[in-house]
């Protein structure tokens, strides 16, 4: 699997150790705000309210600071979710380099850098083959755009989600809570039409994913109609499911309240004394 990721790494040009890393403890503590780093985007999202207490990250070792640049920011994010989410793939060029670069421990810490110099490389050499260099910025960013779809599919089934803060001793939202219930909440499917999964690639079925990670995405269908529906109506479970166009309308709305939250809410002011306190 090392030396397959390797090729991975070579094609997409992201280290699959750091994904690993990342998308594992996403996976473990979704949408814990302390927690998850998939939704720890201060300054330039805010997904839940609870974020302008500066929370800080267990993952990242590091406080995220709700600060005056970050409300500014936050106070558009409904305006600059979509463009963002065309340019995402550059932030994981980032992570990667900022991953393999840093003191973590990365196996074969040498070999994972030059395989991603590998991939700057080709790209740089089919980039410099085109003459107009007008059209060459016109294909960096419409390819990189096409990428944005990926990104567009995972945070629509997280963004507008219950998120939490992790107490001490639990990585659930509460004492009760368990692995099934914290997904079901935490996750939401995009639903469409068969002849539709390839354009969605299984990434719309998260739900599904989370709940089963090793499960190939030529079965979530299958499973998700097999098993996941009639286990939550047996016992009574919450099953969220939209539309594409449903769940893009519902992370924008969400993510345009809390926009509206952090406008009014310069830092320091009561709102957020009242949403630590309310946390206890």
């Known amino acids: ?46 997904v839940d309210s609870k974020m302008m207490q500066s929370v800080y990250s267990f993952y990242h070792k590091t406080r995220f600071v709700y600060d005056k640049v970050g409300q500014k920011i936050v106070s558009y994010q409904h305006i600059t979710y979509l463009p963002i989410m065309a340019l995402a793939r550059h932030n994981l060029y980032l992570q990667s380099w900022l991953f393999v670069l840093s003191g973590k421990e990365v196996r074969n810490r040498w070999v994972e850098a030059s395989v ?15 003459d107009d260099s007008g059209m060459a910025w016109y294909w960096w960013f419409l390819s990189h755009g096409v990428c944005g779809v990926l990104h567009l599919q995972i945070t629509l089934s997280h963004f507008s989600m ?6 001490e001793g639990t990585i659930h939202r509460s004492e009760d809570d368990d692995f099934v219930r914290h997904q079901l909440a935490t996750s939401l499917d995009v639903d469409c039409y068969p002849w539709m999964d390839w354009f969605h690639g299984g990434l719309q079925f998260q739900v599904v994913h989370h709940l089963w990670p090793r499960l190939p995405r030529h079965n979530t269908r299958h499973i998700r109609d097999k098993y996941l529906i009639p286990l939550c109506e047996k016992h009574g479970l919450t099953y969220h499911r939209l539309s594409f166009y449903d769940s893009i309308v519902k992370t924008l709305s969400h993510m345009k309240e809390q926009a509206n939250v952090a406008a009014n809410s310069p830092p320091g002011s009561s709102m957020i004394m009242q949403s630590m306190n309310l946390e206890g």
């Not at 997409?12 to 594992?24: A, E, L, T, Y």
């Not at 991603?116 to 085109?130: G, K, S």
């Open 1 to 46: 699997d090392y030396y397959a990721s390797l090729i991975v790494i070579a094609a997409f040009g992201v280290s699959g150790q750091w994904w690993k890393r990342n998308h594992n403890c996403h996976h473990i503590v979704t949408n814990s705000i302390n927690g998850d780093p998939d939704i720890q985007y201060l300054p330039v999202f805010m």
């Open 116 to 130: 991603l110099l590998c991939y700057a490389w080709w790209v740089a050499e089919l980039v410099m083959r085109i």
């Open 162 to 167: 219950e998120a939490f803060l992790s107490k």
